[in-house]
């Protein structure tokens, strides 16, 4: 069974501070995915990332894949208000079994305070 | 932009009553889910459809779930007897190729669903 840590759970941050939250995995995973979910809705689609080491940058967030394929970090440069949420990280499996599902980790839920 | 669209939002049922949780994918998406996320916990897979028939499935998705797309349209979550603990948010998602090829998942709103 494939398993994504996300660390923290819990992140509370003034305005304008930076913050990066984790995904961690002792499994292999083609790609990984970011989401953000608001309260009473689905997961949102932020990023793919799926070569070793690749770096993607979405305005203000910067999204990092692992070399090993086995973990990721989101980076917010500036945080503002309206970034509050939960982000979650999601892992697309390797071919094989189980290629149709995605895991999911908990998420860190992020509370930025004005 | 295209999305995924759920019905209804939210559906209040009694224990051991049948339930069916509708869902409109993406039209060029092929490959169509469910997931569902009990309160504070992860999102979870059940399910996996493409090419009419279940792709894969998980340890939660016993006899009591179904899945079924009856038109070219709709894609349709069916639970015979309501248990308690099937009290959940419920997403439907679609792709267009399957998760192992990198292809993003599309979610819906989901469907809060209140087993009493």
């Known amino acids: 069974t494939q398993l994504l840590e996300q660390s923290p759970q819990f992140l509370s941050i003034q305005e304008g501070e930076n913050l990066t939250v984790y995904c961690n995995s002792s499994s292999v995973f083609s790609s990984l995915q970011w989401y953000r979910q608001e309260p009473g809705e689905g997961p949102v689609l932020l990023v793919t990332?799926?070569?070793?080491?690749e770096v993607k940058k979405l305005k203000r967030l910067t999204f990092q894949f692992g070399d090993a394929r086995k973990d990721s970090s989101l980076h917010i440069t500036a945080a503002q208000t309206g970034d509050t949420g939960l982000y979650l990280c999601a892992g697309s499996p390797l071919s094989g079994a189980g290629s149709y599902q995605l895991t999911f980790g908990k998420g860190t839920k992020l509370s930025v305070i004005p | 932009e295209p999305e995924v669209t759920q019905t209804p939002s939210h559906q209040v049922t009694q224990m051991g009553q049948e339930v069916i949780l509708r869902c409109v994918p993406i039209?060029?998406?092929?490959?169509f889910y469910w997931y569902r996320q009990i309160l504070g916990q992860k999102v979870e897979f059940l399910v996996s459809?493409?090419?009419?028939?279940?792709?894969?499935k998980s340890e939660i998705f016993d006899d009591q779930f179904s899945v079924e797309r009856p038109d070219g349209s709709n894609f349709t979550l069916k639970i015979r007897s309501t248990k308690l603990e099937d009290s959940a948010m419920y997403f439907c998602?679609?792709?267009?190729?399957?998760?192992?090829?990198?292809?993003?998942?599309?979610f819906g709103n989901g469907t809060r669903l209140t087993v009493t």
């Open positions: 459809f493409y090419n009419n028939e279940i792709s894969e």
């Open positions: 039209s060029n998406h092929l490959y």
């Open positions: 998602a679609s792709s267009p190729r399957q998760p192992s090829y990198n292809s993003p998942l599309h």
């Open positions: 990332v799926v070569t070793g080491g």
